[in-house]
C-alpha cells in the first residue's frame, strides 16, 4: 500500500476540472458523537500544490501533523465545508445512512458549486447537486478527499476533546470516541452519556 500521491495518478487531474471537491467522512464506527463530514473545493493547481506539501490519508499523519495540513489545506481551497450528522439522527436512520447525510450537507453548502465532486466509498450521496464519482479507498487515492477527511478528522477530534471536559470517564481524549477496553468498561460501570449512539450494542441500555 502506497501512502503517498503521484500527481498522474490523481483522477482531479485526468480531465479539465475547472474546480473539484472531495468529501469524506468521520467517525462512522465510534461509539460516541456525531458522524462528521467536510467536503474541500480545490483548483488543479491547489492539488498539485497540496500533493507536494504531503497531504495523504489522515489514518496515515499524525495529530500535530493533521492540524498543520488542516490549516494549509483551508488557506489554499476555494471552500471547505464541515457538517455531521448528530448522535440522534444516527440511532434513527442508522449509521450509513447518516453518513451519506453527513456528507451530503457538507457537498450542497459549497460555493462555488464544483465541476465534479469525488466521493470516498462505493456508495453515492443520494439527490447530490454536483456530478459526483465515486472512489473506493478514495482517502489513499485522491488528494482532493484526502484533503476532506484531514480537515474533517482534525474538527472531529477537537470536538470530541471539548466534549471529554464534561464525561471524563469515557476516556475521550484518548480514543475519541472509539470503542477501546476502557472505554467499553466505562459503559458499563456508567452507562452511556447523552452523546452515545444507543443503536450501537455496547451503548445500549
Not at 491547489?46 to 494549509?72: H, I, N
Not at 476533546?161 to 476516556?171: N, S, V
Request: overall charge neutral.
Amino acid at each position: 500500500m502506497r501512502f503517498y500521491f503521484v500527481e498522474r495518478d490523481l483522477p482531479e487531474l485526468a480531465a479539465p476540472y475547472e474546480t473539484v471537491a472531495g468529501v469524506d467522512e468521520v467517525g462512522r464506527g465510534a461509539l460516541f458523537g456525531a458522524v462528521v463530514a467536510a467536503a474541500v473545493v480545490l483548483s488543479p493547481e491547489a492539488c498539485s500544490e497540496l500533493v507536494k506539501a504531503g497531504v495523504r490519508d489522515s489514518k496515515r499523519l499524525s495529530a500535530k501533523r493533521r492540524m498543520t495540513l488542516a490549516e494549509q489545506i483551508r488557506a489554499i481551497a476555494l471552500d471547505v465545508q464541515i457538517s455531521h450528522a448528530t448522535h440522534q439522527e444516527i440511532d434513527q436512520i442508522n449509521i450509513f445512512q447518516a453518513s451519506l447525510l453527513a456528507m451530503g450537507r457538507a457537498v450542497e453548502a459549497l460555493n462555488p458549486v464544483p465541476s465534479i465532486c469525488f466521493v470516498d466509498g462505493k456508495f453515492p450521496i443520494p439527490h447530490l447537486t454536483p456530478p459526483q464519482q465515486n472512489i473506493i479507498k478514495g482517502d489513499q487515492k485522491s488528494v482532493v478527499i484526502a484533503s476532506a477527511s484531514i480537515v474533517a478528522k482534525v474538527w472531529r477530534d477537537q470536538q470530541i476533546i471539548e466534549l471529554a471536559a464534561e464525561y471524563p470517564q469515557y476516556d475521550l481524549i484518548a480514543n475519541k470516541g472509539y470503542g477501546t477496553q476502557k472505554h467499553l468498561l466505562a459503559l458499563q460501570q456508567y452507562g452511556p452519556s447523552p452523546y452515545h449512539r444507543l443503536s450501537f450494542k455496547p451503548c445500549r441500555l
